[in-house]
C-alpha cells in the first residue's frame, strides 16, 4: 500500500462539522520530493485538510497515509515523519530567535553539540543572524514566518505541511517565503502547501488541486489546467471552474476572522485530538 516514491495517498476523504459537510470525498496523490498547492478560498477546508493529514483532526471516512503511515491507524507514525507550520505559530514571542530554535532542538532530542550547530544553520540560512538574540516579539511579520518554519525544520521532517505560509505578507517577505521552499525541494524534502493566491501555486507548485464546495474542482499540473480551462493564468482557471474567484477580496483580513472563528471553535475541535 505505501509506495516510498509517494509521500501523501487520499481516498475518498470527507469531513463534516454538524451539517456543513467541509470536504465531500478528496482523492489526491503527492509524490516525494515535490511541492502540491492546495488551492481554495477562504472557508473552502485547506486547514481541515491539513489537519486531517497531521493527525490533529480525524476523518469522517476515507483514507489518508502520509509518509507511508495510516493518518487514523499510526499517527505517532506520521508526526515522527512531518513538520506542521500553521496559521497559529509555535513561536514563544517572549524567547530570541535563537532561543526558540534551541527549543526546538531540544524537543527533538538533538545532542547538545548537533543542536547548536543546527540552530546556527538554520539562523543562517533564513537570514535571521542579525536578529537572532532579539526577543521573537520585535520581529516583523516576515521574520516571524521565516523563524516559525526554521522552527519546523530543526528535526529535519522529510515531508512539511505549510499552511498559508505567505498570508499577509508583504511581496517581498512572499518572494523570501518561495526561495526557502524552492531550498527545501533541493533537499527532496515533500511540500503540502495551501494558499488562496493562486500565482504562488503557479510558482511552486508541481500539482495543484483547486478545492471549492468541499471538492477537487480540479487537479493537475499548472500548465494542465491552464489548458484544461483556456485560461492564462491559475485566476482564470478557478473562475473558469468555479464561476467565482479563488482569492477573496478581503485577503489582510483572513488570517485574523480565521484565527477568531478557530477559537471559538475549540471545544468541538479538542474532542477530535486523539
Ligand atoms: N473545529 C471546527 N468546528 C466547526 N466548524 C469548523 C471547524 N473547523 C473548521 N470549520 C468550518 O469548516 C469550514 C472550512 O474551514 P477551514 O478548513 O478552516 O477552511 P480554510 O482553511 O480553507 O479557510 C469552514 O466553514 C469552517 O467554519
Ligand atoms: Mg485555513
Known amino acids: 500500500m505505501s509506495n516510498p516514491t509517494t509521500a501523501i495517498e487520499v481516498a475518498g476523504l470527507t469531513k463534516s462539522y454538524a451539517d456543513n459537510a467541509v470536504l465531500r470525498g478528496i482523492d489526491l496523490t503527492v509524490p516525494a520530493g515535490t511541492v502540491y498547492a492546495l488551492l481554495g478560498p477562504n472557508g473552502a477546508g485547506k486547514t481541515t485538510m491539513v489537519r486531517i493529514l497531521s493527525t490533529l483532526v480525524r476523518a469522517d471516512a476515507g483514507t489518508a497515509t502520509v509518509g507511508g503511515f495510516d493518518v487514523r491507524r499510526e499517527p505517532d507514525g506520521v508526526r515522527r515523519t512531518i513538520g506542521v507550520t500553521g496559521q497559529f505559530s509555535a513561536i514563544d514571542e517572549l524567547l530570541t ?145 468555479t464561476g467565482h474567484a479563488a482569492t477573496s477580496l478581503d485577503d489582510d483580513s483572513d488570517d485574523d476572522s480565521d484565527d477568531e472563528s478557530d477559537d471559538s471553535d475549540d471545544s468541538d475541535e479538542l474532542e477530535e485530538i486523539r
Open 97 to 241: 530567535g535563537r532561543e526558540n530554535l534551541k527549543l526546538m532542538a531540544d524537543l527533538a532530542h538533538l545532542r547538545r553539540d548537533e543542536g547548536r550547530a543546527r540552530v546556527d544553520e538554520l539562523l543562517s540560512s533564513f537570514d535571521l543572524v542579525a536578529a537572532a538574540d532579539r526577543r521573537a516579539a520585535t520581529y516583523s511579520g516576515g521574520m516571524k514566518r521565516r523563524l516559525d518554519l526554521a522552527m519546523t525544520l530543526v528535526s529535519r521532517p522529510r515531508l512539511i505541511f505549510l499552511d498559508e505560509p505567505t498570508a499577509g505578507l508583504d511581496p517581498r517577505s512572499r518572494r523570501d517565503l518561495w526561495q526557502i521552499v524552492r531550498q527545501l525541494l533541493e533537499d527532496s524534502v515533500t511540500v503540502f502547501l495551501t494558499t488562496q493566491y493562486l500565482e504562488e501555486a503557479d510558482h511552486l507548485a508541481h500539482r495543484v488541486g483547486l478545492l471549492d464546495g468541499g471538492r477537487l474542482v480540479a487537479e493537475g499540473t499548472p500548465a494542465e489546467l491552464k489548458a484544461q480551462a483556456g485560461g492564462e493564468t491559475l485566476d482564470d482557471v478557478f473562475l473558469a471552474l
